[in-house]
């Protein structure tokens, strides 16, 4: 800003001494006002170097949210893996009488509520503070973990009366999980800046997966204690441990606080952009400017000649679909695989779960530095390519499903390639999402998270029928559709983040100023901040009410006249003013 003033003002300068002198008469030379000029645009260019620089090295900024919303992940994820992702399926199914089709009808009832929640709240959500339905979803949550403990104290082998009660329960679960999910994740959407939603999601992805690691310890060293077998007690106590550790969930959601949120820096892609091109077409920056600056981000292109940056929130949606319904016949189906096909016992399963987090934090790492070298969607797809090809591979290898030292390294590689992208995508999600539409776009997970339950009913009835081998084929077909179908399109479409971030700076330089108002003759604008407030007895155009805190009109100067006089009085005062600017001009 002081570079530009001093080119301002020495042309003026220049002319002034013109209009006095001449050449022939002025005995001593002319001052030469482009002498400061190469310092001043050395001056500048190693400033705009420094910025450039500093700018490389930005991170995210964390906050309260932030802070809270990755607390809240580390402790679920801490009592969730104790018990649901490797114990409560063998203890359901043992409750279910060893029937995989009623295991996979009470997964179904779970994502079933979830799906039915969501969409209600997720409307919600957006119409009002996010806060509000993560308050009603803490108490749902705290009714949750209550009658779980209580159904699973009462729970006994090969009752359907049992049985069904814990399917209610997991009703109520995946209530809580359409409760609070999308409120959750468009909070923290909303309290990032554009251009390190996949730091974002690194991060949340690292501390789940850390934290994850902590759960199979405790089981692992709850079922060492107490007898290393697949009996219901000892289960029970494994369950109870779980319930007991997800109560600090339920106190942090009463924290977590919309006005604590970022602003326009923290919008939609598509939207930041929009607003840079209007304040070009007022003025702010040329359109060959405009061409050249990260505004533009992929902004004209058509794949197939229809498919366009709108469609990308949809694409990954239905390739999240294809996804979870494809996971679902197989996933919730490993800890039982590797029981009954591998002959594994509680604690041998617990060091496999110990090791899986490790391997996808990992990948996630991996991915997410790779990303930022060579974009989100060409690694989403080779690593999802790699996944499918090795559940083909654990299809191919029945004669070895009895070989614990053979299946465990495919079956973690495979989850490691799958589970690594996650976070990348729904970062493009939330990048291309506008902030008032977002908590509805999260409750569309939900569609995906009942295709991933639902699908497990059909899961049950495959293994049941044809095995597992037949399942985990079935799964590769279908998540291989959706990256041919779904994901490769968006390759063209998705911009780096290094051009979001980019994008967002000259959001945050050109949002601070009005270009196109009028300065004072010859101030500065340290002048013209520093000066204070005038009254003046006729009103300029920047002293209208609100516009500009330079001018203020004079208290009660028209209370005497009648409202159409005062009306009159006040526009020609404002004509007054324009003619005036006008004769400095």
């Known amino acids: 800003g002081d570079v530009e003033n001093e080119e301002v003002k020495a042309p003026l300068l220049a002319t002034s001494m013109a209009s006095y002198t001449s050449m022939e008469s ?50 679920f994820s801490f009592a969730n893996n104790i018990y649901a992702t490797n114990v409560f399926p063998n203890f359901l199914l043992e409750v279910a009488g060893g029937n995989t089709v009623l295991f996979g009808l009470a997964e179904a009832l779970s994502g079933l509520s979830q ?7 997720g409307y919600l959500a957006d119409k009002y503070k996010r806060k ?61 800046e554009a251009g390190f939603r996949s730091d974002m999601e690194m991060y949340y992805s690292v501390i789940w997966n850390l934290a994850s690691i902590v759960g199979p310890i405790v089981a692992l060293v709850s079922f060492s204690v107490i007898g290393n077998q697949w009996n219901l007690q000892e289960m029970k106590f494994v369950i109870f441990l779980g319930c007991a550790a997800t109560i600090p969930c339920v106190i942090i959601c009463f924290f977590l606080d919309d006005n604590k949120t970022l602003g326009k820096e ?47 929130p949809w694409f990954l949606f239905l390739q999240n679909l294809f996804s979870a319904i494809g996971a679902g016949m197989t996933v919730k189906f490993f800890p039982i695989f590797f029981q009954v096909e591998c002959g594994l016992n509680p604690v041998f399963l617990q060091i496999v779960y110990i090791c899986l987090p490790l391997v996808v934090v990992l990948g996630t790492v991996l991915a997410t530095k790779l990303s930022k070298k060579f974009g989100r969607m060409q690694i989403i797809i080779p690593f999802n390519i790699l996944g499918i090809s090795l559940t083909f591979t654990m299809a191919l290898m029945r004669r070895w499903y009895t070989l614990p030292h053979v299946m465990i390294p495919v079956y973690l590689a495979r989850c490691g390639f799958m589970w690594s992208t996650g976070g990348l995508a729904y970062s493009i999600i939330a990048d291309y999402v506008p902030k008032e539409y977002r908590a509805r776009w999260n409750t569309l997970e939900s569609i995906a998270s009942f295709g991933w339950s639902g699908s497990a009913l059909l899961g049950g009835k495959l293994v049941r029928m044809s095995g597992y ?37 000259d959001q945050k330089e050109s ?66 003013h324009i003619a005036r600017v006008g004769s400095l001009g």
């Open 266 to 312: 923290s919008d939609s892609v598509i939207k930041i952009e929009q607003e840079q091109q209007q304040q070009a077409a007022q003025g702010d920056s040329s359109t060959k400017d405009l061409e050249g600056s990260p505004a533009n981000l992929e902004g004209e292109k058509k794949v197939l000649g229809f498919i366009g940056r709108k469609h990308i």
């Open 26 to 75: 002025c005995p001593l030379p002319l001052i030469d006002v482009t002498t400061t000029t190469p310092t001043g645009g050395k001056e500048n260019k190693e400033k705009k170097e420094k910025e450039n620089k500093d700018k490389g090295k930005r991170r995210l900024k964390l906050n309260q949210n932030l802070i809270l919303g990755f607390t809240l992940t580390g402790v």
């Open 469 to 505: 081998s037949t399942t985990f084929a079935i799964t590769a077909i279908v998540q291989l559709l959706g990256v041919l179908l779904f994901a490769l399109p968006l390759v063209p479409l998705v911009a780096k983040e290094s051009d979001i971030q980019a994008l967002v700076e």
């Open 132 to 192: 509000y339905l993560l308050w009603f979803g803490g108490g749902v949550w705290t009714a949750y973990i209550g009658l779980l403990g209580y159904a699973t104290y009462y729970a006994h082998r090969s009752s359907m009366k049992c049985f069904v009660i814990l399917c209610a329960v997991l009703a109520l679960g995946g209530l809580t999980n359409g409760i609070v999910g999308g409120p959750l994740m468009a909070l923290l959407d909303d309290s990032v």
């Open 511 to 576: 949002g601070g100023t009005e270009t196109d108002e009028l300065e004072e003759p010859l101030l500065g604008n340290e002048a013209r901040e520093s000066a204070e407030p005038r009254e003046i007895i006729t009103s300029s155009i920047r002293g209208l009410p609100g516009l500009n805190p330079m001018f203020n009109e004079t208290e009660n100067e028209n209370e005497n006249l009648p409202d159409i006089a005062s009306s009159l009085s006040k526009s020609l005062g404002h004509l007054e």
């Open 115 to 121: 799906l039915v929640a969501a969409f209600p709240i």
